[in-house]
């Protein structure tokens, strides 16, 4: 299962996370569209406490839809730049490197 953009039904803009209002047309009425993959634009380390203690990595993903999101990175081999599929699991957004 992929993660959601949402598409403006007036005027075709694409956002993520789901608003209210769009932010070019004001229109209120949308449509989820599905987003599969992306481009990695930015990486972050990140510590995590708690339950599952551990380093992790952030990616800020150009998604092909339009909008950014930021996923969790399945492969520590994903650089800036690789094309990555997006899934949602477990409540999250999460990106692995797309096989050809």
Not at 87 to 93: A, P, Q, S, T, Y
Request: aromatic share 6%; glycine share 8%.
């Amino acid at each position: 299962m992929h993660p959601s953009v949402f598409r403006c039904v007036q005027c075709d803009h694409r956002v993520f996370p789901a608003r209210f209002l769009c932010p070019m047309c004001h229109g209120d009425v949308f449509e989820a569209e599905e987003c599969a993959s992306g481009v990695v634009t930015e990486l972050t380390r990140s510590a995590a406490s708690g339950e599952e203690p551990g380093v992790y990595m952030l990616a800020t993903v150009a998604s092909d839809a339009g909008p950014v999101l930021i996923a969790r990175v399945l492969d520590e081999a994903v650089q800036r730049g690789d094309k990555v599929a997006l899934v949602l699991r477990d409540g999250g957004i999460y990106a692995d490197l797309e096989r050809k």
